[in-house]
């Protein structure tokens, strides 16, 4: 090894330049372990001050960005500790090299330290490219913290491989052929783990998923807004500032409701329906259709159908029953009314889908339904534009002559009552 040979060289060279051409005896031992010391800690000073600054300002000017994440994980960091530690497991075993089992003792410590304290600047290298995967907007599209913990899982088995096998002074091949016996064991402890990370993998092939989306599933009682993809958990927000933890793989399993294309389309959609008292349907009177053009957006309506009623009535040939002639009801004019105060509302989205329609008569009426979609998918927003748009339905019905249906309340029943007793 490398290292071995570099402390050979080491060896003789302080052989060649020691008075007592041997490196044995207390008072060389300790004078050797100072100067490893001292040695270690100039190292440190200057990979510290010296490199660990360089590398920070040339990264600053290249791309500040990754800069930013690599010098808030502190990365280079990691490296200014790690310079030290190599001084050290080189010059020590040398300085005590004539203590057979305290040498090897502390080589294997100081081995050990090294590879902890690589294992920490690759984690730490990790956070920064999730941090900088985040910024760049790549997380909304990839699960890239599920990739990040998945290699931070395999490298911590990788250190815990290379870790007994530097306890046991065994290669670490080895120890990798004997993992084949252990992969049920495994596949059992990290079956949400396996599962997880399969499930990421589809989430993010196929974008059902991504960062703050508006995401609802009831079997889990999350309805909210997508905060951390992780490799086994989806953590939601929900609207009520509760927080719900999903597995990875329940999203592709089981159905769930994705709202974010409602709000990249920049509508929302208001499917409301008013109940209308079936007696109080009728046709409407030509005195009574007269006062309603006064509603300056019924009054092309009422122009153009008026013609059209008027010479289909003509070609009847004086005739003159009223079942056999068009007329207008009123809930034809209400719906023709509602049509076009949608087209003029500026809160309903003018390049969607527009329409009011009566659905299938129930016996709490006929449902008259308004179909459209608001210009803004901000849920407050959204409320408060549906709400104002039936205040006005229901307020401007009785001009109309319709009644919304209403089942009888306790109110209703003694104000009949009442009636009653004033006839008696």
Known sequence: MIEHHFRNFVSDKLNTYMSTGELDGGTMTLVLIVISLAIALICFMVAHHVFVRFFNHILLKTNKPLA???????????????????????????????????????????????????????????????????????????????????????????????TISILANEAPVILFSGLGVATGFVMLVFKDTILGFVAGIQLSANRMVSLNDWIQMDSYG?????????LTTIKVRNFDNTVSMLPAYALVQNAFINWQGMSDSGGRRITRSVNL?????????????????????????????????DDYNQSLEQDDLEANQRSFTNIGLFRAYLNAYLHANKDIHQYMLIM?????????????????????????????????????????????????????????????????????
Not at 368 to 392: K, P, R
């Open 68 to 162: 930013e994440c690599v010098t808030n994980n502190r990365v280079f960091e990691k490296l200014s500790i790690l310079t030290p530690l190599l001084v050290l497991n080189i010059f020590i075993p040398i300085a005590i090299s004539h203590y057979d089992i305290l040498s090897t003792v502390i080589d294997r410590v100081l081995a050990i330290l090294i590879l902890l304290v690589i294992l920490w600047m690759v984690y730490c290298f990790l956070d920064a490219v999730n941090d900088l995967a985040t910024y760049k907007g790549i997380t909304r599209r990839m699960p890239i913290k599920s990739f990040v913990q998945l290699i931070k899982l395999f490298t911590f088995f990788i250190g815990v491989i290379v």
């Open 356 to 424: 009011v329609r009566q659905l299938q008569p129930t016996p709490e009426g006929i449902p008259l339904q308004i179909y459209g979609f608001t210009n803004t998918t901000d849920w407050g927003l959204y409320e408060g534009i549906q709400s104002d748009l039936f205040d006005h339905i229901y307020a401007i019905m009785p001009q109309f002559g319709l009644r919304p249906f209403q089942q009888l309340t306790g109110h209703d029943f003694a104000a009949s009552n009442d009636s009653l007793s004033s006839k008696i």
């Open 277 to 309: 008292d079936v007696t109080s349907i009728r046709f409407v009177s030509k005195e009574e259709v007269e006062e309603l053009t006064k509603l300056r957006l019924l009054r092309q309506y009422i122009f153009e159908k008026s013609k059209e009623m």
């Open 222 to 230: 999350a309805n909210g807004t997508v905060e951390e993809i992780s």
